[in-house]
């Protein structure tokens, strides 16, 4: 057991250091191009982030691990939002844009609806489901691209071109946004992986492993990169980066796996006689976005309360998981 924690602590900090330099390039490119902060962190950053999802959920699939696919995904979003979101919140809460936040809300909502959907009504994804989130993953990096450039006025985060655009150059820039996501992929792997080897020593179950172990390894990038945006003043790159990553779960991260090998939704756990995953797993993902994004939809801003709120539904599930 000692090399694995060695190289689950390695992970760690390949994690964090490849979160700071990923955040250092995405906000230069951000400031240089005059791109708010928070589109920047719903597209570029998310996608960088959600990569380690990709990977385990994609490499999941091709092995026939249904419970790692599906949990890895649905985890990793309970996990962004009670979790890496509530951080955020918590920590410093504020103004939230409105008509930066209706495109990926949108989406996420109907992406979420339509994949509970499926699961409570068939119980099972097919192949033509997964092409179906990819191509709705398409329409949606379109038309955020298309919504920026015919909507410009909307988008200008406050403190763009101010600092950090002049002291790099864009190749560095560039260079530090690929290298923060390689290093973060590289780590996520190693703490994942290792992570796993743990769990399973101690007889954890494939899905329990999926929703806590390594939907939480796998979110690591995004809790990294909540943390040192919060440390470098960019809370809007955050909460743009968690609502983008959200999303990307479920119609890259499902999509990709479902395509490769379609599952059923995974009945290891029952609670009433009832699969565990229908009941508890699918209502909380979409209960914890709808806690965060309802207040920031309505009243424009968000409340330490929430953050709170969300912290206690993260510990109260991931307890749930582990004892029941």
């Known amino acids: 057991m000692l090399v694995p924690c060695i190289l689950f602590l390695s992970g760690l900090v390949l994690l964090i250091k490849g979160g700071d330099w990923f955040v250092d390039g995405a906000v230069g490119i951000a400031h240089r ?7 920047i962190g719903a597209t570029v950053v998310s996608i960088g982030t959600t990569l380690p999802e990709v990977m385990v959920s994609s490499q999941a699939a091709m092995q026939g691990n249904a419970g790692i696919s599906y949990g890895n995904a649905i985890g990793s979003i309970i ?10 919140i918590a920590v410093k809460p504020g103004k939230a844009n409105r008509k930066s936040l209706v495109l990926p809300f949108s989406f996420f909502f109907v992406s979420s609806t339509a994949y509970a959907f499926i ?3 068939q119980g099972r994804f097919e192949r033509w489901h997964g092409f179906a ?9 379109v038309i955020t691209v298309l919504h920026m450039k015919t909507h410009p006025e909307e988008e200008v985060s406050e403190d763009a071109g101010e600092g ?8 560095m820039e560039i260079g530090l946004l690929v290298a923060g996501a390689v290093v973060i992929a590289i780590g996520a792997n190693l703490l994942v992986d ?4 743990i769990a399973q020593a101690l007889g954890v179950p494939d899905s329990v492993i999926g929703l806590t172990m390594v939907a939480l390894g796998t979110s690591l990038p995004e809790l990294v990169t909540a943390i040192t945006s919060l440390a470098k003043g960019h809370g809007a790159l955050s909460l743009g980066n968690v609502i983008g990553a959200n999303l990307f779960n479920i119609v890259l991260v499902c999509g990709t796996a479902i395509t490769i090998n379609p599952f059923s939704v995974p009945a290891e756990k029952t609670i009433a006689g009832m699969n565990s995953s229908l009941v508890i797993d699918i209502p909380l993902m979409l209960i ?9 939809m309505l009243k424009e801003k968000l409340y330490r309360w929430q953050g709170i709120l969300l912290l206690c539904i993260y510990v109260s599930f991931t307890a749930y998981q582990f004892v029941s």
Do not use: D
């Not at 191009?33 to 589109?39: A, D, I, R, S």
């Open 288 to 296: 914890v976005m709808l806690i965060m994004c309802l207040p920031a």
């Open 33 to 39: 191009f005059n791109l708010p902060e928070l589109l």
């Open 133 to 141: 989130f990819l191509f709705i993953f398409a329409n949606y990096m």
């Open 79 to 88: 996990c962004n939002t009670s979790l890496i979101a509530a951080i955020t």
């Open 164 to 171: 950090g655009s002049g002291e790099k150059a864009l190749w």
């Open 194 to 197: 290792n992570g796993t080897i």
């Open 119 to 121: 699961a409570w009504t």
